[in-house]
């Protein structure tokens, strides 16, 4: 089993930035990456950004976000693994619930959600 828990998130006018985290624990050696998905009202669940844990930290991102939003991990703490998303430049349209996302060799694990809102 892994547990994500998430923070970060909040109200940002458009332009300004957020950074959200995402600390992993538990089975942690069992995932090969981790993310970030989000949901707006009305939209379908999509893929923000990805890591790949080890091998170079391999990322991705999609259109919407490239160029504005950075994606990292660290595991310094041999038994946490933490990724992070820096938000910048933040358009009204980023407002969604974002959620954390651990893929494992068995499982893929959830995060609760934290609510960023871009509003002026």
């Known amino acids: 089993q892994v547990q994500l828990v998430e923070s970060g998130g909040g109200l940002v006018q458009p332009g300004g930035s957020l950074r959200l985290s995402c600390a992993a624990s538990g089975s942690i050696v069992s995932i090969y990456a981790m993310g970030w998905y989000r949901e707006a009202p009305g939209k379908q669940r999509e893929l923000v950004a990805s890591i790949k844990i080890g091998g170079g930290g391999v990322t991705h991102y999609s259109d919407s976000v490239k160029g504005r939003f950075t994606i990292s991990g660290d595991n310094a703490k041999n038994t946490v693994y933490t990724v992070w998303l820096q938000m910048n430049s933040l358009k009204l349209e980023d407002t969604a619930v974002y959620y954390c996302?651990?893929?494992?060799?068995?499982?893929?694990?959830w995060g609760q959600g934290t609510q960023v809102t871009v509003s002026s």
């Open positions: 996302v651990a893929e494992g060799l068995e499982a893929d694990y």
